[in-house]
């Protein structure tokens, strides 16, 4: 593409750096930024700032937060006796969107993989066996997706938590399932989320 | 089931040809580099989605062009069925059946059977174990679309468990834990491929001899045995014993993964003591009897492809081998020779109904 103007081009390429966003997304965007009042400008770049400033990880469960503990861990009326474990952000986002759990989440941060470097260590499972120990929790819900790796993960952690009087499920995985937990359809999920089944390692 | 059409777009050497078969035989005539393998080639591609040859979709594209396409109309139990592939830059391959997209490509193997010859499959009784894995896994694939999901997914948490060990060796630390879920994981794939391996060579070996007798129109007898470790002994108690060298090695060393076919000709091994002729004549016999059982599998004739198979041979037995691919129960046959006249000959002369091209270049003539 063949800019007349500097300043467009390092807008262009800032947008166009974002994932899904090509260079012709990304010159719409710029176009439209410019068009519109210059305070519109100034909000989203502000906004982008302020994210990365002040976003945190909760320190309880991982999730992103704005506090050191967010709001789910912080929320008096929830069940404090049962955990979902997922993969990330959007699974609890997902989960929350069917309005069917009203537990505590933990955010392992990935699926246990070490073709891409992933190992037990590299997941938030340690914080995971701290949550536990206090005996408070009666209750894990394993809500990773339907893969080989989802599969390792649940065996990996179960192992761990052996010899702790823990209940562990897992949610209904596979068919009904669009591959990720975060395209499953809330209808989907909220029943599956209910209806789940004891874990047994046979 | 038969390949009625072919219509290939920047496929290897052709830039765009349309091609119309005979639901018997077809003779396809051009001299070496002409563009004749590549021709088969994209009939086995139509049929299981990847090239006989392990080539890369990205070296499939013609020169200085940037896609291909490929398509391809069958007549399939009285139905017709049109696959078509595309490359295309920065996209993922697709492949269609009657205009549906398979999510994945795994999932078309097995729909149109396929038994191919090359030359260079007398490597399947020379070379490593590797080939002759491949040869078995093909075969079971197209009977057994659950073989192939098993296999894919052994594979899978095979190289999770090799990255695995890798990272072991490189922290200096083990996670026993993590390897003992690996083992479990393997351990259902790992029997089921056993399993049906097992039972598949059961069957075939029989007609494997069978073919060798009527193939070479001598006495010799051959077979073909099934090596594997879990023949003996249970895969956990295998992985368990080997995992202090896995450890070293930062592989898994033992599972079906490494199990292998043992040829023998007259109780010895094929490799050390066939001759020439008659390790050809063992390879044709091999990918013949393939062809039988998957038949009578499938209930369909497969559809077969022969590179260059007359190459070394004298008269005589090129007039039998086409002798009994004409009087042989086969259905829709490609056979490829560098002779303009040879085949072409030889079949007329047998009266048999057929269809003759000759390529160029990669550029295609169908002759009356
Ligand atoms: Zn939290």
Redesign the interface.
Known sequence: MNFSSKLIEEAVDAFSSLPSVGKKTALRLVLHLIKREPEVSTQFAEAIINLRKNIKNCQICHNFSDEEVCVICKDKRRDRSIICVVEGIRDVMAIEDTGHYKGLYHILGGVISPIEGVGPNELNITTLQHRLEDGQIREIIMALSPTIEGDTTIFYISKQLEGLDIKISTIARGVSFGGELEYADELTLGRSIISRIPYRRD | MQLNRLILTNFKNYEFEQLNFHSGLNCIVGMNGMGKTNLLDAIYYACMGKSYFGINDRDIVRHETDFFRLEAHFERLEKAESIVVKVMPRKKKVLERNDLPYAKISEHVGLLPVVIIVPDDTLIATEGSEVRRRFLDNTLSQIDQQYLKTLL?YN??L???N??L??FGEHRKA?P??L???N??LLEPGETLHQKRAAFIAEFGPELAKTYLIISGEKEKVSCKYQSALTDQKFGDLLSAAQEKDLILQRTTIGPHRDDLNFQIQGRALKRFASQGQLKSFILSLKLAQYSVLKMKKKMAPILLLDDIFDKLDNERIKHLIQLLIKGDFGQIFITDTHKDRVSEIVTQSGADNQQFFIESGTVQSIQ
């Open positions: 997914k899978h948490i190289k999770q468990r990255a695995a890798k990272q996670d834990a993590l003992k879920i690996y479990d994981q």
